[in-house]
């Protein structure tokens, strides 16, 4: 059974930041392109930074400079640290493995709120 289970969410002054973590089982997760997505209510889910199993990255356009994937195969985990928190970078963030595949996977997502 694949799990990706994601954890360091939670509530963050402007400016502020934080380390969210994937972790995955159930996967040979070398093998994966992993992603971070983001949704608010009423809007898509969109794609804010991803990294290929060679660990080239590519992010949206509006946190470049401000978050970092990474990844450590070893510990089949996925990382996103996050620095310069602004208010529209609220949402309920979501892990992916196999972002272009036929049959994606997808974690529970977690909170991250920015607000003062």
């Known amino acids: 059974q694949v799990q990706l289970v994601e954890s360091g969410g939670g509530l963050v002054q402007p400016g502020g930041s934080l380390r969210l973590s994937c972790a995955a089982s159930?996967?040979?997760?070398?093998?994966?392109?992993m992603g971070w997505y983001r949704q608010t209510p009423g809007k898509q889910r969109e794609l804010v930074a991803k990294?290929?199993?060679?660990?080239?990255?590519d992010y949206q356009d509006s946190v470049k400079g401000r978050f970092t994937i990474s990844r450590v195969n070893a510990k089949r985990t996925v990382y996103l640290q996050m620095n310069g928190l602004k208010p529209e970078d609220t949402a309920v963030y979501y892990c992916?493995?196999?972002?272009?595949?036929?049959?994606?996977?997808w974690g529970q997502g977690t909170q991250v709120t920015v607000s003062s």
């Open positions: 992916c493995a196999g972002l272009s595949s036929m049959r994606p996977y």
């Open positions: 990294i290929t199993t060679d660990g080239d990255t």
């Open positions: 159930g996967i040979v997760f070398n093998i994966y392109e």
